[in-house]
């Protein structure tokens, strides 16, 4: 539904061409609401890096999905974040569901920002995406045949976007989950290696770990003329984040959903369907 097509809420969904803003917006779409794009690119521009946007963009809005880019962890996000969300309050907006990250210090200053904001809220805080290895920084190294990260051996209970986006929708559209910080992650934990093992199963191709130092990620990062910024941040996920803190899984799905979370020997099998881990030119 069109924004400007009926009385009924309107919801902006920040990052609206991500990889859980777009299923979010999708998802509330296909059930008759109104939505507003927020992108650099949407009809009305969205840019978190440009307040001059946030006006026009959180006009009229009653509830926000708020995934900040590139990263909570990042710094500055906070100010931008109470920046934003005190700008939301002051144009009217009722509600925000926050996407954080799980284990991750910068996220949880974030996360009390939003609850002190005075808007109803509620916090999405996930483990790593699945969808990492196929819409995100690993899928061209998959294709390759060879991925290579530091701590490979820490188990990580992948989460599917999909799932995510279900359950911000509920919260989104449901008033019963305000005041309500929900922990998400898939029903088992792999390590990097096992994941790439399950990958190379599906496919049907030889596909490698292999496991580097930290200061060999950065040497190789930078030599492939990966931005600073984003070295620093993943340098900073795989070197403090991905340390086992969050190895355990949580019940967040099945508490919201009322189903178990989505596997990712599944993932890699609709996605190992679909060719997006083929080898170049095929």
Same mark, same amino acid.
Not at 36 to 60: C, E, H, K, M, N
Not at 80 to 88: E, G, K, L
Not at 137 to 160: K, M, S
Not at 167 to 194: I, K, M, Q
């Given at each position: 539904?069109?924004? !400007?097509?009926?009385?009924?809420?309107?919801?902006?969904?920040?990052?609206? &061409?991500?990889?859980?803003?777009?299923?979010?917006?999708?998802?509330?779409?296909?059930?008759?609401? /109104?939505?507003?794009?927020?992108?650099?690119?949407?009809?009305?521009?969205? *840019?978190? *890096?440009? /307040?001059?946007?946030?006006?026009?963009?959180?006009?009229?809005?009653?509830?926000?999905?708020?995934?900040?880019?590139?990263? #909570?962890?990042?710094?500055?996000?906070?100010? &931008?974040?109470?920046?934003?969300?005190?700008?939301?309050?002051? %144009?009217?907006?009722? $509600?925000?569901?926050?996407?954080?990250? /799980?284990?991750?210090?910068?996220?949880?200053?974030?996360?009390?920002?939003?609850?002190? $904001?005075? #808007?109803?809220? &509620?916090?999405?805080?996930?483990?790593?995406?699945?969808? !990492?290895?196929?819409?995100?920084?690993?899928?061209? @190294?998959?294709?390759?045949?060879? #991925?290579?990260?530091?701590?490979?051996?820490? +188990?990580? +209970?992948?989460?599917?976007?999909? @799932?995510?986006?279900?359950?911000?929708?509920?919260?989104?559209?449901?008033?019963?989950?305000?005041?309500?910080?929900?922990? #998400?992650?898939?029903?088992?934990?792999? $390590?990097?290696?096992?994941?790439?093992?399950?990958?190379?199963?599906?496919?049907?191709? *030889?596909?490698?770990?292999?496991?580097? $130092?930290?200061?060999?990620?950065?040497?190789?990062?930078?030599?492939?003329?990966? +931005?600073? *910024?984003?070295?620093?941040?993943?340098?900073?996920?795989?070197?403090?984040?991905?340390?086992?803190?969050?190895? +355990?899984? &949580?019940?967040?799905? /099945?508490?919201?959903?009322?189903?178990?979370?989505?596997?990712? %020997?599944?993932?890699?099998?609709?996605?190992?369907?679909?060719?997006?881990?083929?080898?170049?030119?095929?």
């Amino acid at each position: 539904m069109t924004e !400007n097509s009926s009385n009924q809420p309107l919801y902006l969904v920040t990052g609206g &061409t991500g990889k859980t803003g777009r299923r979010v917006a999708a998802l509330l779409g296909a059930a008759g609401a /109104r939505v507003r794009i927020g992108s650099r690119t949407a009809a009305v521009p969205f *840019d978190w *890096d440009d /307040r001059g946007t946030w006006d026009a963009a959180l006009a009229g809005v009653t509830a926000i999905y708020l995934a900040y880019q590139p990263d #909570l962890a990042v710094p500055g996000a906070p100010e &931008t974040v109470h920046a934003f969300v005190a700008a939301a309050r002051a %144009a009217g907006v009722r $509600s925000v569901v926050l996407l954080s990250g /799980r284990g991750e210090p910068e996220a949880v200053e974030c996360e009390r920002i939003v609850q002190d $904001s005075g #808007l109803a809220w &509620t916090v999405v805080r996930c483990s790593f995406f699945m969808q !990492n290895f196929d819409e995100g920084a690993f899928v061209d @190294d998959i294709r390759a045949g060879v #991925l290579t990260l530091p701590n490979g051996d820490v +188990p990580e +209970p992948f989460v599917h976007a999909d @799932d995510i986006a279900e359950v911000a929708a509920a919260a989104l559209t449901d008033n019963r989950h305000h005041g309500r910080c929900y922990e #998400l992650t898939g029903p088992r934990a792999l $390590s990097f290696a096992d994941a790439v093992g399950e990958i190379a199963a599906a496919t049907g191709r *030889d596909i490698a770990f292999v496991p580097v $130092s930290r200061p060999e990620f950065v040497t190789a990062l930078t030599e492939y003329e990966v +931005p600073a *910024d984003v070295i620093t941040l993943l340098d900073y996920l795989f070197g403090t984040v991905m340390d086992g803190r969050n190895t +355990p899984t &949580t019940d967040g799905v /099945r508490r919201v959903l009322g189903r178990e979370p989505r596997d990712f %020997a599944d993932y890699a099998k609709t996605v190992a369907a679909e060719g997006v881990w083929n080898p170049p030119g095929e």
